[in-house]
Nanobody, 121 residues
Framework: QVQLVESGGGLVQPGGSLRLSCAAS????????MGWYRQAPGKQRDLVASITRGGNTAYADSVKGRFTISRDNAKNTVYLQMTSLKPEDTAVYYC???????????????WGQGTQVTVSS
C-alpha cells in the first residue's frame, strides 16, 4: 500500500504565507513526478505546480513568482511554499505522485486526501 499524507493547510490573511508538505509512505519502489493540484468549490481540479525527480519544475501562470515547489527525495516528500497569498488561492490542495510500487514495473498515480487553504481577512 502507498499513502500520501498532506499537512500545512489553514487560514491565512491576504499577503500571508503557508507551507504545505506531502509525505509518501508504504511499499514504494520509485517516485517520478510529484505535484500539487487545487480545487475550489464548483470548479475543476487544476495543476498548481509539479517537480520531476531530477528537480525540473512547472507552475500554473496564476502562481508563478509566488509559489515554490521543492522535494526531498530521501524523505519521499514534496513541499509547496506559498507566499503573497490571495483570496483566489482559496481551495482544497491535493498532493499527487507518480509512483512505482515495490515489486511492480508500472507507475501509478496516487493522491493525498487534500488540505484546505483559506485566504481571507
Amino acid at each position: 500500500q502507498v499513502q500520501l499524507v498532506e499537512s500545512g493547510g489553514g487560514l491565512v490573511q491576504p499577503g500571508g504565507s503557508l507551507r504545505l508538505s506531502c509525505a509518501a509512505s508504504g511499499s514504494i519502489g520509485s517516485i517520478n513526478t510529484m505535484g500539487w493540484y487545487r480545487q475550489a468549490p464548483g470548479k475543476q481540479r487544476d495543476l498548481v505546480a509539479s517537480i520531476t525527480r531530477g528537480g525540473n519544475t512547472a507552475y500554473a501562470d496564476s502562481v508563478k513568482g509566488r509559489f515554490t515547489i521543492s522535494r526531498d527525495n530521501a524523505k519521499n516528500t514534496v513541499y509547496l511554499q506559498m507566499t503573497s497569498l490571495k483570496p483566489e488561492d482559496t481551495a482544497v490542495y491535493y498532493c499527487n505522485a507518480d509512483i512505482i510500487p515495490r515489486g511492480s514495473v508500472y507507475f501509478s498515480s496516487y493522491w493525498g486526501q487534500g488540505t484546505q487553504v483559506t485566504v481571507s481577512s
